[in-house]
């Protein structure tokens, strides 16, 4: 079992920055592979980001390329999301999944995913 918490979700205007965290709990943490998704209200979960289990691989969906980033501190259980260049279709909730394989193939399917944190909000304004 894992737990995981994200934090950093807040209000901020369009253009602005934010960094969004991903506490997790577990001694098994450096071999989970993370991913990012989020859900407006009324919309389908949407694939942001995604990072293998060494770091060594990154995927972003198309929307956030070039103003997400995604990393992860093994040493510390924790994946961030950074969010440059934020827009207002970026305003969703925002949750960190975790999987177990370790894997970098379907990690944009949420399927894959066996753990899920809570969520955490992030609205920007015009």
């Known amino acids: 079992q894992v737990q995981l918490v994200e934090s950093g979700g807040g209000l901020v205007q369009a253009g602005g920055s934010l960094r969004l965290s991903c506490a997790a709990s577990g001694r098994s943490f450096s071999s989970y592979s993370m991913g990012w998704f989020r859900q407006a209200p009324g919309k389908e979960r949407e694939f942001v980001a995604a990072?293998?289990?060494?770091?060594?691989?990154?995927y972003y969906a198309d929307s956030v390329k070039g103003r997400f980033t995604i990393s992860r501190d093994n040493a510390k259980n924790t994946v961030y999301l950074q969010m440059n260049s934020l827009k207002p279709e970026d305003t969703a909730v925002y949750y960190c999944?975790?999987?177990?394989?370790?894997?970098?193939?379907?990690?944009?399917?949420?399927?894959?995913?066996?753990?899920w944190g809570q969520g955490t909000q992030v609205t920007v304004s015009s």
């Open positions: 999944a975790a999987d177990r394989a370790g894997g970098f193939r379907a990690l944009r399917d949420y399927h894959t995913y066996d753990y």
């Open positions: 990072i293998s289990w060494s770091g060594g691989n990154t």
